[in-house]
């Protein structure tokens, strides 16, 4: 079985190789992640400068019923997105009910969608729907959403803890990495992926791993696995968090506020995943170990929080809610898209999110360059500015006069 695996591989090899996407020149794109463009927010990702955008497609809408295919989400993005020529790439997960791996058939749990596809061909067919639908309208595919996070690829053996495969030993704080068993089974559903394109003979750009954080271990046994041999038309994806300084790092100035797009405490679990330049480089460096220096890498997310940190006095309590304020989110995007700017095997970088949530102080609803009214933030001020700067060939990283004056 292994041998034949690997003849196929090779054989895939031939079949499956292009230059860059669409035949363009390799170009550093900056764009933005987000889950679904209306009309009002088109003006924003010109304001911006936005030449990508992720957008991500649930499987559970696009085909809720076996065989039966909505496109809607996408024709709406395609249509708003036309005046601007920006580059569409869509992020394709969540299992239907149908082709879950959750048994639901009598009953339908709250994460069905998280569990992995029960046939890999399925998840396959409705890409390549995709595919002959929108043909190069779409720049890439990225396959599934984190499925190295244990609640993002659940199994049915472990449904006793709700699907739950995560390992002891990469557990973070309450969010559990999957065991390698997981990165496995992501690996036989690329493969499946690919003899469904040879089948077909078609050659999208897809995106591979679309890992949270920077797991190394995940990737090193997706390179194991062979998928990655020689095939070009393929990069890897990540998605760049930082973390916050947690409780062996207690002081008054930092405890609660996230790391730095520099900072990284090597003594830390969090810092084996969430650290920004490190953790790139970590990732980069495991592909060079494996011999695909030329192969790029996509961000198909990064970004800060410009929530507070907030102290219950009454209980004595801390609860992390993110770091310090808009001024400080500003700060930490500058410098990460001065550190991108210098990685030239960073194809693609896209920021998350275009706006916040909600007005609420929590760390996930406020990563936003515009508020929840789509008021511009000092974040989105320094963003616009930055591409401002830049295609004057103005900028370097030594001048912030402009970040200065805006905050």
Same mark, same amino acid.
């Given at each position: 079985?292994?041998?034949?695996?690997?003849?196929?591989?090779?054989?895939?090899?031939?079949?499956?190789?292009?230059?860059?996407?669409?035949?363009?020149?390799?170009?550093?794109?900056?764009?933005?992640?987000?889950?679904?463009?209306?009309?009002?927010?088109?003006?924003?990702?010109?304001?911006?400068?936005?030449?990508?955008?992720?957008?991500?497609?649930?499987?559970?809408?696009?085909?809720?019923?076996?065989?039966?295919?909505?496109?809607?989400?996408?024709?709406?993005?395609?249509?708003?997105?036309?005046?601007?020529?920006?580059?569409?790439?869509?992020?394709?997960?969540?299992?239907?009910?149908?082709?879950?791996?959750?048994?639901?058939?009598?009953?339908?749990?709250?994460?069905?969608?998280?569990?992995?596809?029960?046939?890999?061909?399925?998840?396959?067919?409705?890409?390549?729907?995709?595919?002959?639908?929108?043909?190069?309208?779409?720049?890439?595919?990225?396959?599934?959403?984190?499925?190295?996070?244990?609640?993002?690829?659940?199994?049915?053996?472990?449904?006793?803890?709700?699907g739950i495969c995560g390992s002891t030993t990469r557990k973070l704080h309450n969010e559990r990495f999957i065991d390698l068993i997981g990165a496995e089974e992501y690996s036989e559903m690329i493969l499946t992926i690919f003899k469904h394109l040879k089948d077909r003979n078609l050659q999208p750009f897809l995106l591979i791993g679309s890992m949270k954080g920077s797991d190394k271990a995940y990737l090193a046994k997706l390179y194991?696995?062979?998928?990655?041999?020689?095939?070009?038309?393929?990069?890897?994806?990540?998605?760049?968090?930082?973390?916050?300084?947690?409780?062996?790092?207690?002081?008054?100035?930092?405890?609660?506020?996230?790391?730095?797009?520099?900072?990284?405490?090597?003594?830390?679990?969090?810092?084996?995943?969430?650290?920004?330049?490190?953790?790139?480089?970590?990732?980069?460096?495991?592909?060079?170990?494996?011999?695909?220096?030329?192969?790029?890498?996509?961000?198909?997310?990064?970004?800060?929080?410009?929530?507070?940190?907030?102290?219950?006095?009454?209980? #004595?309590?801390?609860?992390?809610?993110?770091?310090? =304020?808009?001024?400080?989110? %500003? /700060?930490?995007? *500058?410098? +990460?898209? !001065?550190?991108?700017?210098?990685?030239?095997?960073?194809?693609?970088?896209?920021?998350?999110?275009?706006?916040?949530?909600?007005?609420?102080?929590?760390?996930?609803?406020?990563?936003?360059?515009? #508020?929840?009214?789509?008021?511009?933030?000092?974040? =989105?001020?320094?963003?616009? %500015? /930055?591409?401002? *700067?830049? +295609?004057? !060939?103005?900028?370097?990283?030594?001048?912030?006069?402009?970040?200065?004056?805006?905050?």
């Amino acid at each position: 079985m292994l041998i034949e695996r690997r003849i196929f591989i090779a054989l895939l090899t031939v079949t499956i190789v292009c230059q860059q996407v669409d035949g363009e020149e390799k170009e550093q794109l900056f764009g933005i992640y987000e889950e679904n463009i209306t009309v009002n927010k088109v003006a924003l990702l010109k304001q911006i400068h936005s030449k990508v955008v992720v957008i991500r497609l649930s499987w559970d809408k696009f085909e809720k019923t076996k065989g039966q295919y909505s496109y809607d989400l996408i024709d709406r993005q395609l249509i708003y997105l036309k005046d601007l020529k920006l580059k569409l790439i869509i992020s394709f997960s969540d299992s239907p009910c149908w082709a879950s791996s959750y048994n639901c058939s009598n009953y339908r749990p709250k994460n069905y969608r998280f569990y992995r596809p029960i046939d890999y061909n399925a998840y396959a067919r409705a890409l390549i729907r995709l595919i002959d639908q929108y043909g190069k309208k779409i720049y890439a595919y990225e396959i599934w959403d984190e499925p190295n996070i244990a609640e993002k690829w659940r199994r049915p053996e472990c449904k006793i803890s709700a699907g739950i495969c995560g390992s002891t030993t990469r557990k973070l704080h309450n969010e559990r990495f999957i065991d390698l068993i997981g990165a496995e089974e992501y690996s036989e559903m690329i493969l499946t992926i690919f003899k469904h394109l040879k089948d077909r003979n078609l050659q999208p750009f897809l995106l591979i791993g679309s890992m949270k954080g920077s797991d190394k271990a995940y990737l090193a046994k997706l390179y194991k696995s062979g998928i990655l041999n020689g095939t070009q038309n393929v990069a890897i994806s990540m998605h760049s968090f930082t973390s916050v300084f947690d409780i062996d790092d207690f002081n008054k100035e930092n405890f609660g506020k996230e790391y730095g797009p520099r900072y990284c405490n090597e003594k830390l679990p969090t810092s084996r995943f969430y650290c920004f330049k490190q953790g790139i480089e970590l990732m980069r460096n495991e592909m060079i170990d494996n011999n695909d220096s030329n192969r790029t890498l996509w961000l198909t997310q990064y970004g800060f929080s410009s929530a507070i940190l907030k102290i219950d006095e009454d209980t #004595d309590s801390i609860e992390i809610k993110g770091w310090g =304020g808009s001024k400080n989110q %500003a /700060y930490y995007i *500058n410098d +990460a898209l !001065n550190i991108i700017q210098k990685l030239d095997y960073i194809q693609v970088a896209c920021y998350y999110q275009l706006n916040d949530r909600t007005p609420e102080n929590r760390r996930e609803s406020k990563f936003g360059l515009f #508020d929840n009214y789509l008021k511009i933030k000092p974040s =989105g001020q320094v963003y616009s %500015a /930055y591409f401002d *700067n830049l +295609a004057k !060939n103005k900028y370097n990283s030594n001048n912030d006069d402009k970040l200065t004056s805006i905050l």
